[in-house]
Nanobody, 123 residues
Framework: QVQLVESGGGLVQVGGSLRLSCAAS????????MGWFRQAPGKEREFVAA????????YYADSVKGRFTISRDNAKNTVYLQMNSLKPEDTAVYYC????????????????WGQGTQVTVSS
């Protein structure tokens, strides 16, 4: 089992950057593929990015490709989401999550979730 805590959200202007962090408890962090999701008011939770256990393989939603970068540091039990060139439509609560297997982008296939961190992009 793993517990996840996100941080790094906040208010940023259009075109700005933020880096989200997700700290995990437990010794088994490196055994989980990790993902970032987001949920805007009135919308369903959507996939943003994911990476495999080693961090050598990544996958992004088309809406963030080229702007966001997911990475992990297994020695620090932390996964990151670097967000650049932010747009108003990026405004949402961002969640990190751990999956049992690599290659899935559906929220239902992620077993462990953090509490979320708010990202607001103002124009």
């Amino acid at each position: 089992q793993v517990q996840l805590v996100e941080s790094g959200g906040g208010l940023v202007q259009v075109g700005g950057s933020l880096r989200l962090s997700c700290a995990a408890s437990g010794r088994t962090f490196s055994s989980y593929p990790m993902g970032w999701f987001r949920q805007a008011p009135g919308k369903e939770r959507e996939f943003v990015a994911a990476l495999n256990r080693s961090g050598g393989s990544t996958y992004y939603a088309d809406s963030v490709k080229g702007r966001f970068t997911i990475s992990r540091d297994n020695a620090k039990n932390t996964v990151y989401l670097q967000m650049n060139s932010l747009k108003p439509e990026d405004t949402a609560v961002y969640y990190c999550a751990a999956a049992q297997r690599w290659g899935t982008w559906r929220p239902s296939e992620y077993n462990y979730w953090g509490q979320g961190t708010q990202v607001t992009v103002s124009s």
